[in-house]
């Protein structure tokens, strides 16, 4: 097998010492001396990335080293080359961020309340694309997010992976739907419902009430739904859904904040059997991490606070609790939960995990491909490789520290924002 | 008014479809001359007759070239000014005397609107007043299925339509907090269940029977309700889609229509900016008050207003005549100055898109109704 150009450099006499080669199917990326005549069918570059430091998310971390994008994809990673030639250069580069609890909703209006478990619905269906705050994440490096409700419902819908720029629309924006079934614990989706006094006035006069009925609903939700895979005419409308839930088919993803609301979530999954739990806003997960190991759980963290009670149910984030999570092998995503202030962003998160012990590249995996691997879209996004998106964080320096700051962000191969230095 | 005034000879030409001389006028046949006949947005007949008889519209024309045509008998009425067809709102819920929400449910989709309608509700006349002589009548936004709509004249009683479309509201208030749905997405899944089904009023917006009117405001809601058309393969008229003029093109393209909310003194400039992008792409568009407050007379001030911001006057005139007529499957019957359509005519002091200009008479099934726009009573 001969080698061939896999694409064209954008401009070659420019960027002709970086042609790319492939052999026999597999692909080596090999710097060229001089600039060959290439194919008119191959792609083109359209842009070349160096920074001093490529972290990619993907096992490895390049000193010096340059990325082409062909169309909205990653064509190259090359190491060694920097600086010289006419595209951008920076201090460093990650993978643009996946938030898997953006919370970026319609309030009461993106959850339907008139019924505790709505499997069936699409979250998005609720979903204002025109909302500025979704550009404020994209300027901030977060490139995917997992829409999330309001968490009013016992099971609340499915979720989809999205990313945070492009036209306004679903169809644009979408990556993959239906990744993850939406579930709650902890009050919220209690809150509101009232006990039946003489004749039912609402439909807030029904369960839950309280944590035990939350816990009551998800039960017997899961246990209707083993009845429905075994006997038909058991089968009632979103059964199937739990089911696929149940197989391991998609991620049950679940607000818990408080010990005891993690605690419930994970005896759901041991008792019912749901392989794919993932414990969203799980602040007090540092008070049982026995329990997630055993059970195989992942976690979301919710934004760090100052004092350490976050705003979900008053629970306690410790500094050093995706430190913990992390050595005992649990898969951790940090998050920004919806909140907005400096603070409060995704970014910032990596770097107050990394005060409390996260080396960098664990604090960046939480926030690319850990997230992305939890929602199911790893084969897009969430790191540095040929073939994926071309999602990209630009940074002056090193990534979250207090002293670097975003300078541009790729998403789909278009730089969509640069700050001016 | 007008993008092109045609010569008296050509317009004559043009207009004499159904050709005058050829059917003998009643003893009731009146003729109407005015400086300016506006047969629609894009014609305009100086010094233009209308010959009306039983209600209809027989002919229309250049004076010079009907009058003589005319017997001398037939009473013929000068007026100094324009003669335009009345105006059509794209929706209203004038006349719903008991409420235009049955407020027991959210998907009501089979009640028939009409059964709530009092052709002699004192609101009629002042809608009249106006000039405007039809509306689509339709459901308030309370429900997610408000009920199936028709198309009513202001005067007289006549339903031109008394099955139309099916109105829907993907919006606030329909969606609240103490019923099924509470939530974007819950109307949405219940909706598209119906269609899917087929049940009752929403099977026969899918046999073609009925129309649609989907009530939205916010552009979430207008992306959200596109979506749903989408996947469902359905056309629609967007109510309340002010913000419309940001999905021009993909509107254009699915085919639906617009119908926006009256344009008032305080409007922001985004309206007239998003309505001057539904006339580049060629989006059917109309005005509508069934979401508004105000009186009847803001359609016309408000298409004036436009006028005085650049927006094509004849495009604005269409969208209060002939492109709502078409929007609510009327347009053989009204919205236009033509043969055979209903003698529903205004006679103003001039350009009825001046600000300046006073209504001077209404006819409605070509009977003079006593009407003083504005005035109170």
């Known amino acids: 097998m001969s080698d061939r150009t896999l694409f064209q450099l954008g401009a070659p006499l420019l960027f002709g010492a970086l042609s790319l080669t492939a052999n026999a199917g597999e692909i080596t990326w090999e710097v060229v001396e001089t600039a060959e005549p290439v194919e008119a069918s191959a792609p083109v570059v359209k842009l070349l990335l160096s920074a001093d430091k490529i972290y990619t998310a993907a096992g490895d971390v390049i000193d010096g080293g340059t990325i082409a994008i062909a169309g909205s994809k990653i064509a190259a990673v090359v190491p060694g080359a920097s600086g010289d030639h006419e595209g951008l250069h920076v201090g460093a580069i990650t993978p643009g961020m996946v938030d898997l609890s953006p919370r970026i909703h319609l309030a009461d209006l993106s959850v339907e309340e008139s019924s505790e478990t709505i499997p069936y619905l699409s979250t998005t269906d609720g979903i204002d694309l025109f909302d500025k705050r979704w550009e404020r994440l994209l300027r901030t490096g977060v490139t995917s997010v997992m829409y999330t409700p309001a968490d009013e419902a016992c099971i609340g819908g499915m979720m989809a992976v999205l990313k945070t720029g492009g036209e306004p629309s679903i169809e644009d924006r979408l990556v993959e739907a239906d990744v993850a079934l939406r579930g709650a614990f902890g009050s919220h989706a209690s809150r509101g419902n009232h006990p039946v006094y003489g004749r039912p006035t609402d439909h807030f006069s029904r369960r839950p009430t309280t944590r035990m009925g939350t816990e009551w609903v998800h039960r017997k939700s899961f246990y209707d739904a083993l009845a429905a895979m075994k006997n038909e005419e058991r089968q009632f409308e979103g059964w199937e859904i739990l089911a696929s839930v149940l197989e391991g088919e998609r991620p049950y993803f679940v607000q818990a904040s408080a010990t005891q609301d993690i605690r419930t979530a994970i005896y759901l999954k041991e008792e019912v059997g749901l392989p794919l739990l993932v414990v969203d806003a799980a602040a007090e997960a540092w008070k049982e991490p026995g329990l997630l190991v055993r059970s195989g759980t992942a976690a979301v963290l919710p934004p760090h606070a100052p004092q350490g009670r976050t705003a979900i149910d008053n629970g306690f984030l410790a500094w050093n609790t995706a430190k913990t999570l992390v050595d005992l092998g649990v898969p951790v995503a940090l998050s920004s939960h919806g909140q907005s202030s400096v603070t409060g962003q995704l970014g910032a998160q990596a770097g107050y995990a990394m005060r409390g012990g996260l080396t960098r590249d664990e604090a960046i995996a939480a926030v690319t491909i850990t997230p992305a691997r939890l929602a199911g879209v790893d084969d897009r996004v969430g790191s540095i490789e040929v073939g994926k998106d071309a999602d990209l964080i630009l940074w002056s320096g090193e990534p979250f520290a207090a002293t670097s700051r975003v300078v541009g962000v790729v998403l789909n191969g278009e730089v969509v924002f640069t700050s001016s230095n | ?377």
């Open chain 2, 1 to 377: 008014m007008g993008i092109s005034t045609l010569t008296s000879a050509l317009a004559g030409a043009l207009l004499l479809a159904a050709p005058a001389a050829a059917e003998t006028p009643s003893a009731e046949a009146f003729a109407l001359i005015a400086d300016h006949v506006a047969v629609d947005g894009g014609t305009v007949i100086e010094n233009g007759l209308v010959l009306v008889d039983g209600g209809k519209i027989l002919a229309v024309g250049p004076a010079a070239d009907l009058q003589g045509t005319l017997a001398d008998t037939i009473r013929v009425i000068e007026h100094e000014g324009w003669l335009t067809a009345g105006i059509v709102a794209a929706n209203g819920t004038y006349g719903m005397v008991s409420g235009a929400d049955d407020s027991t449910r959210a998907f009501l989709g089979d009640l028939e609107l009409r059964d709530g309608f009092d052709p002699d509700d004192s609101s009629l006349a002042k809608a009249t007043g106006a000039g405007v002589t039809s509306f689509g009548l339709t459901s308030g936004r309370g429900n997610v299925a408000g009920g199936t709509g028709a198309v009513v004249k202001t005067s007289g009683g006549t339903m031109l339509n008394e099955s139309s479309h099916l109105a829907l509201c993907l919006a606030p208030p329909a969606l609240r907090g103490n019923r099924f749905p509470t939530s974007y997405a819950g109307a949405v899944h219940a909706v598209e269940a119906r269609f899917t089904e087929g049940q009752g009023a929403f099977g026969k917006v899918v046999a073609g029977e009925l129309g649609l009117e989907v009530a939205v405001s916010a552009r979430h809601e207008i992306r959200r309700a596109l979506d749903l058309l989408k996947r469902t393969g359905l056309k629609a008229t967007l109510r309340g889609a002010d913000r419309a003029g940001d999905f021009a093109p993909e509107l254009a393209e699915a085919g639906h229509a617009v119908a926006l909310s009256p344009l008032g003194m305080g409007t922001s400039p985004w309206r007239y900016e998003s309505i001057t992008a539904l006339v580049e792409a060629g989006v059917p568009f109309a005005f509508g008050l069934a979401d508004t407050g105000s009186g009847a007379d803001c359609l016309r001030f408000g298409a004036a207003l436009a006028a005085r911001e650049g927006i094509d006057r004849g495009a604005l005139w269409n969208s209060l005549t002939a492109s709502p007529a078409a929007m609510l499957g009327v347009s053989g019957r009204v919205g236009r100055v033509a043969a055979g359509l209903d003698a529903d005519l205004v006679l103003w002091s001039g350009d009825p898109l001046e600000l300046t200009t006073t209504l001077e008479a209404v006819y409605v099934d070509g009977a003079q109704v006593e009407a003083t726009e504005g005035d109170a009573k």
